[in-house]
């Protein structure tokens, strides 16, 4: 019969233990199974840190994704053929998980979804856009309200309306056309449209500068309502051109400083999505520019080589106006300084249009951003 071997376990009397050599064992074992305890506590601690800054990050990110739900929401209002989501009755007094149950309930015909999965906007029927954002398990709701802030833009009283004490002009060649007679936001003529004057002043020596500059054929280049030129003189000063700039700054897309020269292909805006566009300074036109909305032109218009096409509302603040080339408005021109001097060369066209006016210069719809929070 084999017999098995194994170990006999060391033993250790108190006698060693109180030696010299068994203190010092003793000791060792002591560090040793600190040490384990000190490195178990600080891999606990990473982990334990990991964990806040990863729940932080995404706490974080999912908030971002709720503001960017917001921002296409607020977009998705402004932009005119854009499919918006059906309004939804936002419940109160709800605590966080019960709104993020209450959204997550509700079906894809009250919510538009970003194309990557990140975040959700909802619109509500008390003029509230919902912000929704996730990240992982980590889920984020923000909400603000938002208004419509509309102008007297659609009253405008002409194709070129001009407030000034007086005015001069010239006229080079017969292919420009300014043209009261309402239009479509193509430019093609609208049958039973509102028509309006070819040109509209606010004294009868800015009229008359208008006039004066005009000869022969050029006079039937200018039409609207009444006889040819269609030259309007209204003293009680129909449009306040300066306070309707003053409501555009603080909505304004883009903003422009000092003298501004424009070279290249540019647009500003799109049919769908117009904008406001302010330049602080004299502007020259030395590219090809289509634009929607409002261009808010705070001196000059510079004679430039470029083309522009501007659907909407076109405004200079300026002693010098330049129209040269090939330009179009379609829409409208206001031009407005004590003494307004008008120089029109090329063949460019100022086309009164209603429904320019109706879809692309209108400031629309902006967001209420003290009424922001957090749900």
């Known amino acids: 019969m084999k017999k098995c071997n194994y170990i006999q376990p060391v033993k250790i009397s108190p006698s060693f233990l109180r030696s010299e050599q068994g203190m010092v064992l003793a000791a060792v074992i002591i560090l040793l199974l600190f040490a384990f305890l000190l490195t178990t506590a600080a891999l606990a601690f990473v982990y334990s840190s990991n964990l806040t800054t990863f729940s932080k990050e995404h706490r974080m990110l999912a908030l971002e994704r709720a503001e960017s739900g917001l921002n296409k929401g607020a977009l998705d209002l402004t932009t005119l053929h854009a499919e918006l989501p059906a309004e939804i009755a936002l419940p109160t007094g709800y605590s966080h998980a019960e709104y993020v149950d209450f959204l997550d309930g509700l079906d894809d015909d009250y919510y538009v979804e970003d194309t990557t999965g990140n975040y959700r906007y909802y619109l509500t029927d008390d003029m509230a856009v919902i912000g929704y954002g996730w990240e992982q398990n980590f889920k984020r709701i923000v909400r603000c309200e938002y208004y419509e802030q509309y102008f007297p833009v659609l009253e405008t009283p002409a194709a070129l309306y001009i407030d000034a004490n007086n005015a001069s002009s010239t006229f080079d060649g017969n292919a420009f056309k300014i043209d009261g007679n309402d239009h479509k936001a193509t430019g093609a003529p609208m049958a039973g449209g509102s028509d309006k004057f070819g040109v509209l002043a606010t004294s009868p020596a800015a009229s008359n500068g208008i006039t004066s500059g005009l000869s022969g054929p050029q006079n039937n280049r200018v039409s609207g309502v009444g006889s040819n030129p269609s030259v309007g003189t209204d003293t009680t000063t129909p449009v306040d051109i300066d306070a309707f700039s003053a409501q555009l700054d603080e909505i304004a897309d883009t903003i422009y400083e000092g003298y501004t020269k424009i070279t290249g292909d540019e647009f500003f805006g799109s049919p769908d999505y117009p904008t406001i566009t302010i330049i602080n300074g004299d502007m020259e036109i030395g590219g090809t520019v289509n634009g929607w909305g409002i261009l808010d032109i705070r001196g000059d218009l510079v004679a ?5 096409t501007w659907t909407g509302l076109l405004i200079i603040h300026g002693n ?24 029109v060369s090329g063949n460019p066209y100022i086309l009164y249009s209603s429904e320019a006016l109706t879809w692309y210069s209108d400031p629309g719809i902006r967001l209420d951003f003290k009424t922001w929070e957090e749900l």
């Open 320 to 343: 010098t106006t330049w129209v040269h080339g090939t330009p179009n408005v379609i829409g409208s021109m206001w031009i407005t300084s004590p003494h307004v001097n008008l120089r």
């Open 304 to 308: 430039g080589a470029g083309n522009v």
